[in-house]
Each structure stands twice: as structure tokens, then as C-alpha cells.
């Protein structure tokens, strides 16, 4: 590096002297002659880029990064009831240890033997989710819940030949969004149409009847979520998935999986093809890049010709009683298969599944069974002592973990300004979203949330009420 | 230089299923308090019945060292980029990812997403900046936003705009992109998802380049835009980018620029210039952010002026020296991705650009271009190797193993299993269709020194000795890995494979 006089930790060939010799046995005098054989001058920069000033000492730097996030507020600071797709929940220390593993960290695309472990991770967490959803089938994870149920519900459209997809109006609406520009199409009329189902306003569920009345011979799929956007459980799982059946629809539903230990699989009710977010089993917030979305399915060779995902099967090796693993029909993938491949594929989020699949196995059958109860009892807990204060009301029974809090005589703008005042994160507000709610906030309570920090918000927004 | 007598880690590690214990566990989750619980009651009461969970899912019971032995394990036997000399995976640019940017990006594991904006102003600072400040000047584009979270995202969201964007033109009809071989598979797989009919490009025998007139002749009325990768991942320039942008653009379409892996040209050639009207750079590539065995990752897409309105929401805008989250963008696609991307991401890249300024990444990529010089100038010199298609190479370039082939029996896949008992990672081969014979894509990028190219090439030569010797020991590869070759998968089986437990128990759960 010409202007400290030294080279770069992070460029050992920035020496000069190896440069140089570098360049001599390639027969060039200078990088910038070989550019210029290699790029037509017109295009060539030719000033020095305008960047601010480096700071090549790791101290230097660590001190500049720090002194502008650490002004930043995070949830170890503050109480955040804040959920709505993001959820904090506690991350058992193993989960951090793995996830930062240099060979974990910083693999990408290796052999299945020199990548070994991997595989096998990528496989586990294939296998551990399957138990908690009921399926056979999953692959490597994708970005998050909305590419996920935009995967899934493209792969219902393939499956069935038909081109409307249900869903209904208490679904995320960002996850809405990101359904809606999977299903559109730069080919006028072959997009997927995009049809809303009604909420029971009584009940916050899919409206049964409505649906019943929209599905038809021309409905692909019916896209549901359990717990739905704002924490209803959906009771009528079954009915949902019936109905689509009979019109020869297929059920497609999104699941958290930390409810997964107290709520029944999807595959309980009739769901074909499962989808939902991985972030919850041990997957830090990072600001919402802990996102991690995951498809799965009963393992029957329609179904499993129609992933986008990469899907990690097992084998055996010519070890007997070795273990290998390679991709199952991986000519399906856009790496194979580009314009002619199910969806598309590419980098997505392995790592998180990695992590997760720690999760799922410190956990086990009881625990992740125990961790639901303490969220269904703490939200409840939560949700009980905000219904009791005046101005207060909680519309939805039968949730897990969220739940959407109405305020009258007063904004959710205006009571989470109180409440940040005293250092906690308001429920998110759904006064944007979700209208005929009026002026609702979504709140979250989970394990990691305590008894006092509870009693704590009670006794916030009873005064902010008052 | 020697190679090294390597042995991969092999502990014939079990699926965690088979290590269960019944009564065992890692973890306890907090319980409620008993306050709580008195005035509750029982959980499962708290669930409608019809959807109470009967029977309890079939996860292991291990205690808390066995679990974390047995990912130890899985991990020791995964030759991650910070253990060996990844120069062979290219397109991939397999940079070192400064570890105390790892301390940096978990300072915002603890943030919500959602959290009010007065409370992320750090946050949303770096990611003003590092859009504003240095991938503009990199660039040379207007706007950038974080919001793909992998490259191949980053060229949906670019479809998607170049969808919104003629639908607003009211040229609806513009249904075609083209793109060429060489470019990233994504360049075809995403804008089809969007809808669009994908028309490729092939090369020229001489040059490895599609040529001009093949474009003239691609484009028309129905032209969407282009989805192009340069340098192609062959790592040939195309010298005539500005005329093809500028054709494209004649018939009414739009430019999208794959930089996924941008390292030999940043400070040297710009999007800008080259007549794009939207890019992508990959964070987790070219811009030092882990790779994670394959995410998550970040793609930063950039755009003109032009295009601007159609940006992913939300956009993080400036205003009176505070960083706002901008939703009330008409034109906008929407979203991609729920809240802001993979930021931590962002973060790392930014710290990364920090710590090297302008003379810092001009000279990553200075030095990224001259260390393929010298890979070139010793892979030439081996036998069996060959390099189609003239010309110098930027960052990486794609050669052919078919003479090998030809003459020993053993292609690419062999050698890429017996180039891993020597400590060396599986060399990248190419994407679909193998144009190029027996590839493989080297990429030596500026985290690589001069000893390790050499290793690299000693390691590659040794196989390719051993094959010209000895075939069949390169053929029954690996020796000395973590496991040994898998002959017959059954992973196009549909009565074989299994991508679970519960199904190769049920498939072939005799044959343990």
C-alpha cells in the first residue's frame, strides 16, 4: 500500500517486491498495462476512486464501527415486544458456538467429502424440521417465510396446472408482498391471481365460508399460516385443508416451529406442502438477517420434482455402513437447468439451518415442547393483564405467542412513545396494515420475556391510559 | 514445494438420530413463573383442541456435550475457506473475512427490525453510507438498496424492476430478456420467474465472447432488457459492453449488470459507464462477508437515477442529517425480502471498505488480477491442461482438463476427489452446460499469497501426475478424506433417496 508505505494484512501480494516479481514473470511492466489489454480505455476509471480515508489498524477501525452502532438501542437494552416475523427468543450458547465456526462460517460450495460435515449438517436440519412439521421432504433453507410461501405456492400452481391462489387477509402483509411478485408475470396472462380470503373480525381465523365460496375447479392452492400473522392459532386447519382437497386444491400452510412442541404438525391437518421460518430455533435477530425460510412435503416424486430448494439425500458410500450425501434430482436446479429449472436457486441461508439444527437437537421432544408452553402461558399471562386496563382490549383468543392489543382514546404512535420513554419496544403498530383493527399494536411475548418485565409493561400502559 | 501428507478429520460420525439417549437433553428452556401459571393454567388449555400436538415430535434426546461433539465433529470435517487455499472455487471469490468484522456484525444480533428509527440511526447510518458513499463511487450508480439476500435474489429484484418498469411505460408486452451462456445461470433462472421468455447468447469459438451481431439480432420489440455478467465467467471482458448496452437500450430495453463478483475490476471499469441501468454486487463475495456454507448472504443492488423509484421498500433516505425508512414510494416493486435484508451483511462490507479506503480496494482488485496472471502463467505449463478460447483473463478463467481426460481416463471429478486428500478444496467446475470440456474455474483473489498459488498449482500437478502414473488410484479418490466415494447415490431414485431420516428409515433403514 503506496500510502502508509506498507502492505495490507488483508493482501500479502501487496508487497512490493512480490508484485513486482510477479508481474515479471507474466511479462508486464505494470497492472494497469495489463488492464489496458484486457478493457478498451473509454471504459477504464481513470482517477483514483473518492472514498473516505482507511483505517487499516484493527483498533482504529473496531473504535469507528463501534462509535456508530453503539449509539444504536437493541433489545438487551430495551424490552422489546416487538415480533411481527422477527421474534427474540433465547439462543442457547451451542448455537453460537457452531455458527461460528470457521468451517461452517466460511464454506460455500465444496465437494460432499471434503465438505463431509456440511452436508450432513444441511441433511439434519432437513431431517430435524421434518419431525416437527410431519413431513419426509425438505431442502436446504431459503431466505425467508415470504420466499418460502412464494416457492410454495408456485409449486401448487405447477402441480395442479391451475392459476389462483387463496389467501387469506390475516397473512403477513409483507410476506403478501413478496407472494404477490412471485405470482405476477412479465407474460401478460400467465401470472398467478392473487385472490384474498376473509378474517372472521370475531375470531381473527380464515372465514370458512368465504373461502368455501371462492374455491373452485381453477384454485391451485390455498395459502394459510398457523400461527397466522397476528398469532391466532388457526383451529380450523383441517376444515381449511378439506375444502381445498375437495376442489382439488392443493393446502399449503406457514408455521412457526418453536410452536411446533404444543401445536400439531401441519401434516396433522391435511397440509400438503408446509413452509414457515426457521428463525425462532436459535437464530439471532441481526435486524431481521436472521431470516430463514424452509418448504417441506410428504416425499412423493410430484412433489419433490417441483422444489426449487437443493435437497441433501443420503447414501452410502463404497465404505460399508459409511455415510455420503449428494443432491437429489439436482437437474431440476437453475445451476442445471437456468431458464428451464423450477424457480430459481442460488445462495440462501444455510448457515441458519445449520444453527437450527443445533437447536432442534439441544432441545429434543421435551424441551421444544416446554418452551412452547412457557410462550403460550407468558403471552397469555401478558395479554390477560392488558385486557384488564381500562382503554385496553385484546380482540383474538387462541393465539400463540402474539397477539394484537386495540387502544382507544389513544394511538399506538403515542403509546409507544410513552412506553420508549421507559425504556421498552412497543408492539408493533398495525394501524397501517390492518385498518379495521383501529388503533392496534402487535405485541410478543416469549420465554425470554419475565415475569416483572410483564407486570412492568401492565403497569406502563396503565398509566399511559390514565 | 511439497505437498502435504493431509488426512481429513473422519469420524464416521453418526446421523444425530442414531446418538439418541431417551430421557437425555441439551437444553432447558425458562419456565414460566408460578405467578403466571396460577393464572393461566395448564399450556395445552391455552390451545384449541383441535390443534393440540398428540404425539411429540421425534427429535434426539442427547445431552448438551453431545450435541455440541457431534457438530464439532460435522464441522472439523468441512474444509472451510479459513483452513485451506480456496484459489480453485471461482466465481465464488473465496476472500478472507476479517474476523474482527464478525465482533462488529453481531453488534446488531440483539436489534429488531422493527424497532423505531430513532433507536437504529447507527445502523441506518452504515447502510446510507455504504450505499451513498462507496458503492455509488464504485459503481458509479445512483442508489443502492440491501434488501436481495444472495446474489441470485439480487437478479429477481432486478427483473422484477425491469417488470414494474415497462408495465408503468405501458409497454407491458416487452416479455424477453437476453442474456448469454456465460453468464450466471441466475441471469436466465430469475427474470424466467418473473415471466419473462429468456433468450441466451453462445460464444464465438475464437474469442469466448457471443458476438455483436448475434445481440442486433436478439433484440426487438419485445425486448425486456439484457441480465449479463462481465467479466463472463470465463473471466473474458467484453470489450464491446457499451455498444451492447447501447443496442439494448436502442430497442427499448433495459441493462442489468451481474457483479456478483466484481473483485478484479473495482476501481478500474464501472457499471455507470458501461451503460447499465441496475447491478448487483455480492456482499458475501466481492465485498469480504462470509459465505456461511452457502448463505445467508447479500446482494446490493444499484440503479440510475431512472430507476430509482422502483427500489425494493423500504429505501433508507437522508433527511436534516437523520436516516429515515422510506415506505411511501408509488412506483416501488414492493418488497423481496421482509425487512432490510441480511444487514449484517452490509455491515461486515462496510467495516471491510473501511479498513482498506480507495488505495485499499483499487489494490484487492490490482493484485486479484495479477495473481490469475500467475496462476495462468504456471496452470499453462502442466500438462493435460488446456485454456479454450484466446485471450487474457481478468479475475478467473475457465480451463479444460479434456486433454487429461483424453489421455488417462480421468476427468475433472476425479481429480477434484483426489485434489481433496491433499488438503485442497473441490475445485469449482462450471455451470450447465459444460461448454468448456472437463472444466474448472480457478479464481486466486487478493487473500491468497504467492506460497499458496504455488501450493495450489503443486497440489493440482501432483494429481495430475498421479493420473498420467496411476489412473485408478485417482479414480478410487478420495484416500484420505472424510469419507469415501459415492458411487451410486440413488439421488435420482425416487425409491432411494431420502432427504430425511424418517425416510431412509423407511427406504433403507436395513441396510444399517
Not at chain 1, 86 to 96: E, G, I, L, T
Not at chain 1, 300 to 324: K, Q
Request: charged share 25%; glycine share 10%.
Amino acid at each position: 500500500m503506496a500510502k502508509h508505505g506498507r502492505p495490507h494484512p488483508y493482501i500479502p501480494n501487496s508487497v512490493p517486491e512480490v508484485k513486482r516479481e510477479m508481474l515479471r514473470l507474466v511479462g508486464a511492466e505494470s497492472a494497469d498495462d495489463l488492464y489496458r489489454e484486457m478493457i478498451p480505455e473509454r471504459l477504464l476509471m481513470g482517477r483514483p476512486m473518492r472514498l473516505p480515508e482507511a483505517l487499516p489498524d484493527e483498533l482504529g477501525l473496531r473504535r469507528h464501527v463501534e462509535s456508530i452502532l453503539g449509539r444504536d438501542v437493541t433489545t438487551d437494552d430495551y424490552v422489546s415486544f416487538l415480533g411481527a416475523g422477527c421474534w427474540r427468543h433465547y439462543v442457547p450458547k451451542v448455537c453460537d458456538v457452531v455458527a461460528g465456526r470457521s468451517e461452517f462460517l466460511t464454506a460455500y460450495a465444496g465437494g460432499s467429502h471434503s465438505d463431509l460435515g456440511r452436508y450432513q449438517a444441511n441433511f439434519e436440519f432437513q431431517s430435524l424440521i421434518c419431525e416437527l412439521l410431519g413431513m419426509e421432504v425438505s431442502g436446504i433453507p431459503t431466505y425467508d417465510w415470504g420466499a418460502a410461501a412464494g416457492n410454495s405456492v408456485r409449486m401448487a400452481a405447477r402441480l395442479t396446472g391451475r392459476r389462483r391462489v387463496l389467501v387469506p387477509r390475516n397473512v403477513s402483509p409483507a410476506r403478501l408482498s413478496i407472494m404477490r411478485n412471485f405470482c405476477a408475470s412479465a407474460q401478460q396472462s400467465a401470472g398467478l391471481e392473487v385472490e384474498e380470503v376473509g378474517m372472521d373480525p370475531e375470531t381473527g381465523m380464515v372465514d370458512i365460508a368465504d373461502l368455501e365460496s371462492r374455491l373452485g375447479e381453477d384454485a391451485a392452492c390455498v395459502y394459510f399460516e398457523n400461527p397466522n400473522y397476528l398469532g391466532v392459532i388457526e383451529a380450523g386447519g383441517a376444515e381449511i385443508s378439506a375444502l381445498a382437497h375437495s376442489a382439488g386444491a392443493e393446502s399449503v400452510c406457514g408455521v412457526d416451529p418453536i410452536s411446533l412442541g404444543v401445536l400439531a404438525p401441519p401434516s396433522d391437518y391435511g397440509v400438503d406442502i408446509a413452509c414457515g421460518e426457521a428463525q425462532p430455533l436459535g437464530v439471532h435477530m441481526h435486524a431481521g438477517g436472521g431470516s430463514c425460510g424452509f418448504i417441506a412435503s410428504r416425499d412423493e416424486v410430484r412433489y419433490v420434482a417441483e422444489y426449487p430448494l437443493r435437497l441433501v439425500s443420503v447414501a452410502g458410500t463404497s465404505e460399508p455402513g459409511e455415510y455420503g450425501f449428494g443432491q437429489a434430482l439436482y437437474e431440476r436446479t437453475s445451476y442445471m437447468a437456468r431458464e428451464n429449472a423450477k424457480d430459481w436457486v442460488g445462495t440462501t441461508t444455510a448457515l441458519w439451518g445449520i444453527t437450527a439444527a443445533v437447536y432442534m437437537s439441544l432441545l429434543g421432544p421435551e424441551g421444544i415442547r416446554e418452551v412452547g408452553e412457557t410462550i403460550l402461558q407468558k403471552s397469555h399471562y401478558a395479554a390477560g393483564l392488558m385486557a384488564e386496563i381500562p382503554g385496553v382490549k385484546v380482540p383474538f383468543k387462541g393465539f400463540f405467542k402474539e397477539f394484537p392489543v386495540t387502544f382507544t382514546g389513544t394511538t399506538v404512535k403515542d403509546v409507544n412513545k410513552w412506553l420508549l420513554r421507559r425504556r421498552m419496544l412497543g408492539g408493533k403498530d398495525l394501524s397501517g396494515e390492518f385498518p379495521a383493527l383501529g388503533q392496534s399494536a402487535l405485541y410478543c411475548v416469549t420465554e425470554v420475556h419475565t415475569l416483572e418485565q410483564i407486570d412492568a409493561l401492565g403497569e406502563a400502559l396503565r398509566e399511559a391510559l390514565a | 514445494m511439497r505437498v502435504r501428507e493431509y488426512h481429513a478429520a473422519r469420524w464416521s460420525e453418526p446421523i444425530i438420530h442414531e446418538l439418541t439417549s431417551p430421557g437425555e437433553r441439551g437444553f432447558i428452556p425458562p419456565e414460566a413463573e408460578e405467578k403466571i401459571r396460577a393464572r393461566v393454567g395448564e399450556a395445552s388449555e391455552l390451545v384449541p383442541a383441535s390443534m393440540r400436538r398428540r404425539e411429540k415430535p421425534g427429535l434426539p434426546e442427547l445431552s448438551q456435550a453431545q450435541v455440541l461433539r457431534h457438530y464439532l465433529r460435522l464441522s472439523q470435517m468441512t474444509l472451510g475457506m479459513e483452513l485451506g487455499i480456496d484459489v480453485g472455487v471461482g466465481t465464488c471469490t473465496m476472500k478472507y473475512s476479517p474476523k474482527v468484522n464478525e465482533d462488529l456484525a453481531q453488534m446488531i444480533a440483539e436489534v429488531h427490525p422493527e424497532q423505531p428509527e430513532e433507536t437504529i440511526q447507527g445502523l441506518l447510518q452504515i447502510l446510507y453510507e455504504f450505499g451513498d458513499v462507496f458503492l455509488r463511487e464504485i459503481s458509479g450508480m445512483n442508489a443502492f438498496n440491501f434488501q436481495p439476500p444472495g446474489g441470485s435474489a439480487g437478479a429477481y429484484n432486478n427483473a422484477l424492476m425491469m417488470r414494474r418498469y415497462h408495465q408503468v411505460h405501458g409497454e407491458p408486452w416487452r416479455d424477453e430478456i437476453v442474456t448469454t451462456i456465460f453468464s450466471h445461470p441466475c441471469d436466465a433462472a430469475c427474470p424466467a420467474t418473473a415471466g419473462y421468455k429468456v433468450l441466451t447468447l453462445y460464444p464465438d469459438s475464437e474469442t469466448g465472447l457471443p458476438d455483436t451481431e448475434a445481440l442486433k439480432e436478439a433484440v426487438g420489440p419485445r425486448t425486456a432488457g439484457c441480465f449479463i455478467t462481465n467479466p463472463e465467467d470465463t473471466g473474458i471482458f467484453n470489450k464491446q459492453i457499451d455498444e451492447w448496452t447501447g443496442i439494448v437500450h436502442d430497442a427499448g430495453g433495459l441493462c442489468s449488470y451481474d457483479q456478483a463478483n466484481a473483485n478484479a475490476i473495482m476501481g478500474v471499469t464501472r457499471a455507470r459507464e458501461a451503460g447499465f441501468d441496475m447491478c448487483f454486487f455480492n456482499l458475501h463475495k466481492t465485498f469480504s462477508s462470509p459465505h456461511g456454507s452457502s448463505g445467508p448472504g447479500s446482494a446490493a443492488i444499484g440503479v440510475t437515477e431512472e430507476l430509482e423509484p422502483y427500489l425494493p421498500v423500504p429505501v433508507i433516505v437522508k433527511r436534516r442529517r437523520r436516516y429515515h425508512l422510506d415506505y411511501e414510494r408509488p412506483l416501488s416493486i414492493g418488497r423481496v425480502r421482509d425487512f432490510m435484508g441480511n444487514v449484517q451483511a452490509v455491515v461486515r462490507s462496510y467495516a471491510w471498505c473501511m479498513a482498506l479506503g480507495a488505495e485499499g480496494i483499487r489494490e484487492a482488485a490490482e493484485v486479484s488480477m495479477i495473481n490469475n496472471q500467475y496462476l495462468s502463467e504456471k496452470l499453462r505449463r502442466i500438462r493435460g491442461v488446456s485454456l479454450p478460447f484466446g485471450g487474457r483473463r481478468l479475475d478467473q478463467a475457465r480451463w479444460s482438463l479434456a486433454k487429461l481426460k483424453d489421455e488417462t481416463g480421468v476427468g475433472v471429478q476425479e481429480v477434484n476427489n483426489r485434489l481433496v486428500d491433499y488438503g485442497v478444496q473441490s475445485m469449482f467446475t462450471s455451470h450447465h452446460p459444460w461448454l468448456v470440456p472437463e472444466p474448472f474455474t480457478p479464481e486466486p483473489c487478493e487473500t491468497y499469497s504467492k506460497a499458496d498459488i504455488d501450493y495450489w498449482v503443486e497440489a493440482l500437478e501432483t494429481v495430475i501426475e498421479e493420473a498420467y502414473a496411476d489412473p485408478e488410484l485417482v479414480k478410487a479418490a478420495p484416500h484420505r478424506s472424510s469419507n469415501h466415494n459415492v458411487a451410486d447415490g440413488g439421488f435420482d431414485d425416487p425409491a432411494r433417496w431420502a432427504m430425511s431420516w424418517r425416510a431412509y428409515q423407511r427406504k433403507r433403514g436395513d441396510e444399517r
